[in-house]
């Protein structure tokens, strides 16, 4: 399979990630003279080792912009018709899908609500086996600001809105943009469009079928809301952890429900590179939480929404703090204290890399191996 650009960043930066390859410094405790290297990351957003800091850093910075209001958890899925398509145009297909699932829950919002809503959506593309699977993950806020912005509109507890209403109207939203494109060319060359009427029946299946949208009950905490989404934005294919086995056979890991796989090497690797996505299509914002809403209608919203301990996000740790401080809130431990005596570390050496670093040198960040 040929690899994009992307993929093959995000392979290299993997491979290379706190190792000598990318160089780094070498740390001596003053106390008992433990000598350690502390090797650089390589801070790509599709590598295991490297979201924890990165999640906890979006957490903080986020706090400033949730809402102090009950938030609903709403899951999206593309349905298998459309899985072949997106592999071959996923910039074209994510798209379409990120702007059709945020119109349909805005939509909604205006017509049932006479508001507009804050929608946070996180695009997902796997299975616990790897296997493609895209889906969105959408934080909805419970009610809305009116469109005049005089006062806010609360939302029902208990549901956002009919699971069928948002079905219905992401199916006709993304059948409109699929045939757009259709019009335009810009889906010449998909194989199942090579026959004068393969689109024709392509659209007649996407039409007969029920697109699956779950919904979860409502957080009531904002600082819940951030908490569970980070989870989410910082995902990624497959964690380390999940890793059993790797030989130059197979390689095993942990599926659901204590289930494990395994699959030959080049397999796996072909399973997760399918999860590499294009720049720009992991974490979008619309309606109150879009960036042009910030100093204005979020500003606004928040104002009349009169913070209570019931609601209220709690302060994040250490939000402004550097990575070593974060990483202590995260994890306990102190990259600055020796793992043996507890005495300071000093750095003594820099190690310079032994291999040219992968592209985007603005990624690097200097990180503990203990991180």
């Not at 699977?133 to 934080?139: E, K, M, V």
């Not at 204590?258 to 699959?263: I, P, Q, Y």
């Not at 619309?286 to 302060?315: I, K, N």
Request: proline share 6%.
């Amino acid at each position: 399979m040929k690899l994009s650009p992307q993929q093959r960043r995000a392979l290299s930066a993997i491979a290379i990630c706190r190792t000598s390859a990318l160089g780094g410094h070498l740390e001596q405790c003053r106390s008992c003279g433990l000598t350690q290297p502390a090797y650089n990351s390589c801070r790509n957003r599709h590598c295991p080792k490297c979201q924890g800091l990165q999640q906890e850093q979006w957490i903080a910075a986020r706090s400033e912009r949730i809402l102090p209001t009950p938030h609903f958890h709403v899951v999206f899925t593309l349905p298998g018709e459309l899985r072949g398509l997106a592999r071959y145009l996923p910039k074209l297909i994510y798209d379409a899908f990120f702007h059709a699932t945020a119109d349909t829950l805005l939509q909604l919002g205006r017509q049932r609500f006479g508001a507009e809503l804050g929608v946070t959506l996180v695009l997902h593309t796997w299975t616990r086996e790897l296997r493609h699977h895209p889906h969105l993950h959408a934080i909805v806020t419970c009610g809305g600001l009116a469109l005049d912005d005089t006062r806010w509109v609360p939302g029902s507890r208990k549901y956002l809105f009919p699971v069928a209403a948002m079905s219905k109207l992401l199916r006709a939203k993304m059948m409109t943009s699929l045939s757009r494109m259709h019009d335009k060319g810009q889906l010449d060359g998909f194989d199942d469009f090579r026959d004068p009427e393969g689109f024709d029946r392509f659209m007649g299946k996407l039409r007969s079928i029920d697109w699956v949208t779950y919904a979860k009950r409502p957080f009531r905490r904002a600082d819940h809301v951030l908490r569970y989404l980070g989870r989410y934005t910082h995902r990624v294919a497959i964690s380390n952890s999940r890793l059993v086995n790797v030989t130059a056979q197979l390689v095993t890991f942990r599926t659901r429900n204590g289930k494990t796989a395994s699959v030959h090497p080049v397999e796996f690797l072909a399973r997760f590179v399918q999860h590499v996505l294009p720049a720009g299509f992991k974490i979008r914002h619309y309606g109150l939480y879009s960036g042009s809403h910030v100093r204005t209608r979020l500003a606004r919203a928040r104002e009349l929404l009169a913070p209570s301990p019931a609601t209220s996000a709690d302060p994040p740790a250490n939000p402004q703090g550097s990575w070593i401080e974060r990483l202590r809130s995260l994890t306990g431990r102190d990259a600055r204290r020796c793992p043996n005596c507890g005495a300071e570390l000093i750095r003594t050496a820099v190690l310079t890399p032994t291999a040219r670093a992968p592209p985007r040198p603005s990624e690097v960040h200097r990180i503990s191996t203990a991180a």
